[in-house]
């Protein structure tokens, strides 16, 4: 006589398991210290707040991408035939790109996955650093000379930075 057919057992990933242990955690210290966790519970969410709309500008881009620049359109202006005019598209959209660098990691992603070089992308993270916002402010309290070397200087080492890192990361 045949056994039946066990059901197959599903396992837990372990991204799930430490989803688990940290809830278990927050648990225990809520039973420990309740206004602690409440106040934790309330940065956390005041935080979400902040993020929550970066990430809805960042998928809209994403989105936009998607739409309106195909594969081909990417491949020309920040692929490997993109020439100067690359390297001018990604310093600009360096500069003009604002927010915090995990937030824009899935839309260089993104990029790179249609045709965009390594050290173009390298070159947009780079040029983050030139503040255009902080501008002002730097040329009040250091001078217009200092502001203006400080931005040169940080797109050439952009520059620099997307080379070496193509030089070092051969990668088709």
């Known amino acids: 006589m045949s056994r039946p057919a066990s ?3 599903r ?4 991204r799930h398991w430490f989803l688990l242990l ?3 955690v927050y648990g225990l210290f809520a039973l420990l210290d309740p206004a602690v ?3 934790a519970l309330g940065y956390f969410f005041s935080m979400l707040r902040k993020v929550i709309p970066i990430l809805a500008l960042v998928f809209v881009v994403m989105l936009l ?3 309106f620049l195909d594969p081909a359109r990417i491949r020309r202006h920040l692929g490997k035939d993109s020439g100067l ?3 001018f598209y990604a310093i600009v959209s360096g500069i003009v790109i604002s927010g915090p660098p995990f937030v824009l990691y899935p839309m260089l992603g993104d990029l790179k996955r249609h045709g965009a070089r390594n050290a173009l992308l390298a070159t947009m993270l780079y040029n983050r650093n030139v503040k255009v916002y902080f501008l002002p402010a730097i040329v009040y309290y250091f001078g217009l000379r200092y502001a203006v070397v400080l931005s040169v200087y940080i797109i050439v080492f952009s520059v620099l ?4 890192l193509e030089f070092f990361v051969r990668h088709d």
């Open 7 to 9: 059901p197959k057992k």
């Open 22 to 24: 940290v809830l278990v």
């Open 85 to 87: 005019r690359g390297w």
């Open 37 to 39: 966790t409440a106040a």
């Open 161 to 164: 930075n997307g080379m070496l």
């Open 11 to 14: 396992r837990l990933h372990p």
């Open 65 to 67: 991408v998607n739409i």
